[in-house]
């Protein structure tokens, strides 16, 4: 079994500063992660992701993620927030097994970038 | 590349009435496409993954009746909400995975919105 903790519903920074999203993973074999975005009324938008290569992974809009395995951690971070970050963040993780391997995302993180 | 489409993008309609959305890939093959629903401020919860020339798998609590799913070509699956009424309303998502790269991404449609009067 899978599962995703993402830790804070609400984060709240300034235009300019250090965006961090918090997501723990839980999976009894090698997992692969994921972070999406979604603006409102929207779908989800992939942002990066990790299948067992490099461990810090850059996807766009300027956002990377590190897997850290012995912390079962894959936090979102961006060095400077814009105001056009504001969205929902969902963290997911699925095993590496079958051709339909499932998504189990997290409850989500509201990102707010105040001016 | 990897564009996922949905339509409609918004739906209204009466109770009892059924509604059908389509979940198409635009520029690659998918084999398995996945169905999702969202409620409000709420994360995604998977409904059914749809197989293509095969039968869709439901996830537990997931009514196969209510929710048909029928995936009859490698870029076009359909959600039929039989007989709706106002509790289904919600936010529905559908996924595809990229199966032509092998890789293990979803790429995800613009999700439709279901109103049930």
């Known amino acids: 079994a899978q599962s995703v903790t993402q830790l804070g519903s609400h984060v709240s920074v300034s235009e300019g500063a250090l965006v961090l999203l918090r997501c723990n993973y839980s999976?009894?074999?090698?997992?692969?992660l994921f972070w999406y975005v979604q603006y409102p009324n929207q779908g989800l938008q992939l942002l990066l992701k990790y299948t067992s290569a490099a461990t810090l992974v850059k996807g766009i809009n300027g956002f990377e993620a590190e897997f850290k395995k012995s912390e079962t951690s894959f936090h979102l971070t961006k060095p400077s927030a814009h105001m056009s970050d504001a969205a929902e963040y969902f963290c997911?993780?699925?095993?590496?097994?079958?051709?339909?391997?499932?998504?189990?995302f997290g409850t989500g993180t509201r990102l707010q970038v105040t001016l | 590349g990897a564009v996922v489409s949905q339509h409609p993008s918004w739906v209204i309609c009466k109770s009892g009435t059924s509604v059908k959305i389509e979940c198409r890939s635009l520029?690659?093959?998918?084999?398995?496409m996945f169905w999702y629903r969202q409620f409000p401020k709420q994360s995604l919860m998977l409904m059914a993954t749809s197989n293509e020339g095969s039968k869709a798998t439901y996830e537990q609590g997931v009514e196969k009746d209510k929710f048909l799913i029928n995936h009859a070509s490698l870029t076009l699956s359909t959600l039929t909400v039989t007989s709706a009424h106002p509790e289904d309303s919600s936010f529905y998502i559908c996924?595809?995975?990229?199966w032509g790269h092998g890789t293990k991404t979803q790429y995800f449609g613009p999700g439709t919105r279901l109103l049930v009067l």
């Open positions: 999976s009894s074999v090698p997992p692969y």
């Open positions: 997911a993780v699925s095993d590496t097994g079958g051709t339909a391997s499932k998504l189990t």
């Open positions: 520029d690659f093959q998918a084999t398995t």
């Open positions: 996924s595809a995975r990229d």
